[in-house]
């Protein structure tokens, strides 16, 4: 019981060692000054979105099958591996080998760390405390980011390489730190049964439940607002010219509003209600993207902040609703499928917006995106209301 304990603020430390990001506030600029255009930029994040769609399912399904320790220690390897060849890369293609790995990295530990999470919860009988847990995940690895984000623009100063040569070494430790997790006790497939037959079950518990499918789009329609808006942060800073000595503060104040949004999301649903907290939902991409088109200066990088805490509820509420409605012997490989349809959402609407940036201009693109993101959540928010009634009304009549 007490390794048990233990995971719960291992999982935590090796979240915030994950999001101490130290080269995210000046890695456009890296970019940038080696010749790369937005485009450029946004087809290398497609390129990563790409490799990890195709390994998010095949990784979370691994986890299921070989447990969650095993799949995080390879997951931390490989990222190590990935942020190297950036520290050593000048070219598009060493990028793109190097998004590739981190690609496969991130699929490995996306929606495995969670689940881990939620099982070692679970096993302690304490699962409905996941929400709250999951608020810490999130707040303590945003504050990581956010700190990194002073320090990675210090030392972006010192040499534009650096942030990239330290956190190589960082995430080695998390990969140490993952080695030592203990496996929970959970369900697991049939020892009999073969790998057809556990995706076939997969596939139809997620057709068959009701809510789960459309919870599924609808969270993914919102992570990939979050997710296209933080890749044209700084073009739109560099746009109202703010030295980049300020990059490092304003990235993290960014992360400190995901930090808090999360910190508080369950209290704040438990306050407000489940359905007003989702109709809050697709109200705040659209005040978020709308602000930073329309208002001046810091008024308008300040909108931003809506965004943010887009991605901090959906971090929390979004899992909670999708962990709570699948079974642990696939749990990892159902939230391996969320966050690999958030990569789709940012393949398709972000790589257009990242083309439409360019050609006409970074508030133009926030313009759009407003109108894109925030109508597709509204509307599937329309279908998942509608699956609730018709589920109620068929609970109704058979009882």
Known sequence: MKELEANLWKILLIRAIHMGLLMMPVIVVFWRGLGLGLSDIF??????????????????????????????????????????????????????????LLGIGVAFVSGTDMTLLFDTL?????ETEFAPYQGRFVFYGQLSEAGAALIGG?????????????????????AMLAFRLVEPPRETFARDAGHKENVSNIWR?????????????????????????????QEHWKSMDIPIVWFGPLWAAINLTVAFS????????????????LLLLPCLPAIGFMGM????????????????MTRGFVAVWGNDE????????????????????????????????????????????????AFIF???AAATLWNIRRAQRAHLRAYAGAA
């Open 43 to 100: 087809a290398l994040q497609v390129a990563f979105s790409v490799v990890m769609s195709i390994f998010e399912i095949p990784s979370g399904y691994l986890a299921d099958i070989l447990g969650r320790r095993r799949v995080l220690v390879f997951a931390y390897l490989l990222l190590c591996g990935g942020f190297s060849v950036f520290a050593f890369s000048s070219t598009f293609w060493g990028f793109v080998f190097g998004e590739v």
């Open 122 to 126: 679970k096993a302690l009988g304490r």
């Open 154 to 174: 210090w030392l972006g100063g010192i040499s534009i390489r650096l942030p990239l040569y330290v956190y190589s070494v960082q995430i080695l430790f998390a």
């Open 205 to 233: 518990h997620v057709s068959r439940k009701p809510l789960l499918g459309p919870f599924l789009i609808f969270f993914s329609i919102l992570g990939g607002s979050s997710l296209t808006a933080v890749w044209m942060y």
């Open 262 to 277: 999360a910190r508080f999301a369950a209290p704040l649903r438990e306050k407000i209600g489940r359905e007003k907290a």
């Open 293 to 308: 088109s329309l208002l001046p200066g810091l008024a308008g990088a300040a909108c931003a902040g809506f965004i943010q």
């Open 322 to 369: 999708v962990n709570r409605l699948t079974g642990s012997e696939m749990r990892a490989t159902v939230n391996s499928i969320s966050s690999g349809t958030v990569r789709i959402v940012f393949c398709t609407v972000g790589l257009a917006a990242g083309m439409y940036a360019d050609a006409a201009g970074i508030r133009a693109a926030f313009f759009a995106c």
């Open 374 to 376: 925030s109508a597709g």
